[in-house]
């Protein structure tokens, strides 16, 4: 059974630095691209930034480019997401996805993600 779990979520002021991971039971996370996603009450769920299965891919929103670095050490079955200058607007509970299909690319749409962690709050005071 897979399960993936985040960490790393909490109270931050605007322009100090929070780092997430996710962790992974149940399927090897090196075969996969991963994404992270964030969502806050009444909005769907947003991309933030995902990285390809070899780790030699990131991609970010707009939103969080210069910002926002996207990792993986596949020797932990762990990605990270370092936050940088975080700002309130910034404040969501955020979400890791496992894609669907082993060695395929990242994506920016969620449909493309198949497990996902039940979600960090991560709160940025101003």
């Known amino acids: 059974q897979v399960q993936l779990v985040e960490s790393g979520g909490g109270l931050v002021q605007a322009g100090a630095s929070l780092r997430l991971s996710c962790a992974a039971s149940?399927?090897?996370?090196?075969?996969?691209?991963i994404g992270w996603f964030r969502q806050v009450p009444g909005k769907e769920r947003e991309f933030v930034a995902a990285?390809?299965?070899?780790?030699?891919?990131?991609y970010y929103a707009d939103s969080v480019k210069g910002r926002f670095t996207i990792s993986r050490d596949n020797t932990k079955n762990t990605v990270d997401l370092q936050m940088n200058s975080p700002k309130p607007e910034d404040t969501a509970v955020y979400y890791c996805?496992?894609?669907?299909?082993?060695?395929?690319?990242?994506?920016?749409?969620?449909?493309?993600?198949?497990?996902w962690g039940q979600g960090t709050q991560v709160t940025v005071s101003s």
């Open positions: 996805g496992s894609s669907r299909s082993r060695f395929g690319p990242p994506s920016w749409s969620r449909v493309e993600y198949d497990y």
């Open positions: 149940g399927r090897t996370l090196s075969r996969y691209a």
């Open positions: 990285i390809s299965w070899s780790g030699s891919n990131t």
